[in-house]
Antibody, heavy 118, light 110 residues
Framework: QVQLLESGPGLVRPSETLSLHCTVS????????WSWVRQVPGKGLEWIGY???????NYNPSLKSRVTVSVDTPKSQVSLRLSAMTVADTAVYYC????????????WGQGTLVTVSS | QPALIQPPSTSGTPGQRIIISCSGS????????VNWYQQVSGTAPRLLMY???QRPSGVPDRFSGSKSGTSASLAISGLQSEDEADYFC???????????FGGGTKVTVL
């Protein structure tokens, strides 16, 4: 079965760029679409963006100017870059496979907490 | 303000049936299918229901979904202590060109 594991810095300074990676195992990364979702602790879920099998991307309009989602097939990794980080970007960041015609999230990685602080 | 509206909390006793509502609009639930996610405290969300009524393998048939117009519901029959979690609804929104979520409903088993 597919397993996802996020990695990256737990602490980012304001105005810096966040870089996270999600390592996919148990299936070929090139066979699926992938996504990032975040959750402010104690709050709801927010979709960040998709990268599709054909390499196309689709981003949340509220984050579009700052986000890049990409796939590194040889490394079997999905990556997220989010620039100009602020305190409001403090959240748990999850990667997930986007499955089916309605791009449901299944499965999810365990998530990684990113804190923005000086 | 979440695009989909859920009650913040609900509760029930073991064995009881509870229903969680999810209200949206024509741009999301009204024109697309609904997915539900379960998040046990301290863990990642997991897909609980998709395409309104479909259960992924491994999800007990105590869970059922429905949709009518711009609203959807998740029912849990025979409530068990392990069902204590946060539940989030989600649907594709054509105005965002992506999925939107409800704010989540915390289910407490008394």
């Amino acid at each position: 079965q597919v397993q996802l594991l996020e990695s990256g810095p737990g602490l980012v300074r304001p105005s810096e760029t966040l870089s996270l990676h999600c390592t996919v195992s148990g299936d070929s990364i090139s066979r699926s679409d992938w996504s990032w979702v975040r959750q402010v602790p104690g709050k709801g879920l927010e979709w960040i963006g998709y990268v599709y099998k054909d390499g196309a991307t689709n981003y949340n309009p509220s984050l579009k100017s700052r986000v890049t989602v990409s796939v590194d097939t040889p490394k079997s990794q999905v990556s997220l870059r989010l620039s100009a980080m602020t305190v409001a970007d403090t959240a748990v960041y999850y990667c997930a496979r986007a499955a089916g015609h309605n791009k449901r999230f299944d499965p999810w990685g365990q998530g990684t907490l990113v804190t923005v602080s000086s | 303000q979440p695009a989909l509206i859920q009650p913040p909390s609900t509760s029930g006793t073991p064995g009881q049936r509870i229903i969680i509502s999810c209200s949206g609009s024509n741009s999301n639930i009204g024109s697309n299918t609904v997915n539900w996610y379960q998040q046990v405290s301290g863990t990642a969300p997991r897909l609980l229901m998709y395409s309104n009524i479909q259960r992924p393998s491994g999800v007990p048939d105590r869970f059922s979904g429905s949709k009518s117009g711009t609203s959807a519901s998740l029912a849990i029959s025979g409530l068990q202590s392990e069902d204590e979690a946060d539940y989030f609804c989600s649907a594709w929104d054509v105005s965002v060109n992506g999925p939107v979520f409800g704010g989540g409903t915390k289910v407490t088993v008394l």
